[in-house]
């Protein structure tokens, strides 16, 4: 999906503004996907925190 974005982004930005902001969206590209990932990881981390203690409550 991020890539789809991204690709996306850069098509419409290319086709309807200047060269410059086409190239500011292809370097926000991998900064977006670093804080996509970042997100990701600490969901999936407090999911498995979340999960231990509610079913170590449980007999």
């Known amino acids: 999906m991020t890539q789809l974005y991204n690709v996306?982004?850069?098509?419409i930005v290319g086709?309807?503004?200047?060269?410059?902001?086409?190239?500011?969206?292809?370097?926000?590209?991998?900064?977006?996907?670093?804080?996509?990932m970042f997100m990701i990881g600490l969901s999936t981390g407090s999911n498995v925190v979340i999960?231990?203690?509610?079913?170590?409550e449980r007999p």
């Open 8 to 11: 996306a982004d850069s098509v």
């Open 15 to 36: 086709r309807f503004v200047s060269s410059d902001a086409l190239a500011a969206v292809s370097a926000s590209g991998p900064v977006m996907s670093l804080i996509n």
């Open 51 to 56: 999960a231990q203690r509610m079913g170590g």
